[in-house]
Nanobody
């Protein structure tokens, strides 16, 4: 399995932006799905965005138009650009890699806190 390390989380005011990075321990160009999930206190982990090996993307309705996922195979890194952040985006964000979203390898998570 590939090891994943997230970075880029932090505290930001509502309306602000953050960019999360997920660095993989080996090449990701053959990994079918790279994605970001999040889990808020007391809630289940939910899919935020995924990008396939072909570059296709899919987003949760709650983040469409605000978040952008991308992958740089040369750097073995996946990014999540988050704009127009809202307090309800507050959560621990996890990177995921595998053949199916939600299966496979997980990072340790990075905290994103959006203040109102």
């Amino acid at each position: 399995q590939v090891q994943l390390v997230e970075s880029g989380g932090g505290l930001v005011q509502a309306g602000g932006s953050l960019r999360l990075s997920c660095a993989a321990s080996r090449g990701i160009f053959k990994i079918n799905f790279m994605g970001w999930f999040r889990q808020a206190p007391g809630k289940q982990r939910e899919l935020v965005a995924v990008v396939t090996s072909a570059g296709s993307t899919n987003y949760a309705d709650s983040v469409k138009g605000r978040f952008t996922i991308s992958r740089d195979n040369a750097k073995n890194t996946v990014y999540l650009q988050m704009n127009s952040l809202k307090p309800e985006d507050t959560a621990v964000y996890y990177c995921n890699a595998g053949s199916v979203p939600g299966i496979g390898s997980w990072g340790q998570g990075t905290q994103v806190t959006v203040s109102s």
